[in-house]
């Protein structure tokens, strides 16, 4: 499968976002997804995720509250809203797909990841 992220931009603080990412293929309403984010020497993190079914949803407590993320699985699309948005959000933005066969919900190892798409949060 292949992901394409976008959305990302430059917002102020207390404002918000929406990214996308938008899947090939016909089988990704087989895969649980995920958005991860990378700031500059940072470790990258996993700040939320979706079961397949879009049932089941996790997140980073840094993000618990303030992200929401969903799926269309007819769309063949994930989405994160981001709202109330911090100077620490800054960060580049990657969705991914997971087959779940490495680890255990919420923490599989990711199969397919998107190219990234940029978040800045000006305080």
């Known amino acids: 499968v292949q992901l394409q992220a976008s959305g990302g931009g430059l917002v102020q603080a207390g404002g918000s976002l929406r990214l996308s990412c938008a899947a090939s293929g016909r089988t990704f309403s087989s895969y649980d997804m995920g958005w991860f984010r990378q700031a500059p020497g940072k470790e990258r993190e996993n700040v939320a995720a979706i079961s397949w079914s879009g049932r089941t949803t996790y997140y980073a407590d840094s993000v618990k509250g303030r992200f929401t993320i969903s799926r269309d699985n007819a769309k063949n699309t994930v989405y994160l809203q981001m709202n109330s948005l911090k100077p620490e959000d800054t960060a580049v933005y990657y969705c991914?797909?997971?087959?779940?066969?490495?680890?255990?919900?919420?923490?599989?190892?990711?199969?397919?990841w998107g190219q990234g798409t940029q978040v800045t949060v000006s305080s």
């Open positions: 991914a797909a997971t087959r779940r066969i490495r680890g255990k919900w919420p923490f599989y190892e990711y199969d397919y």
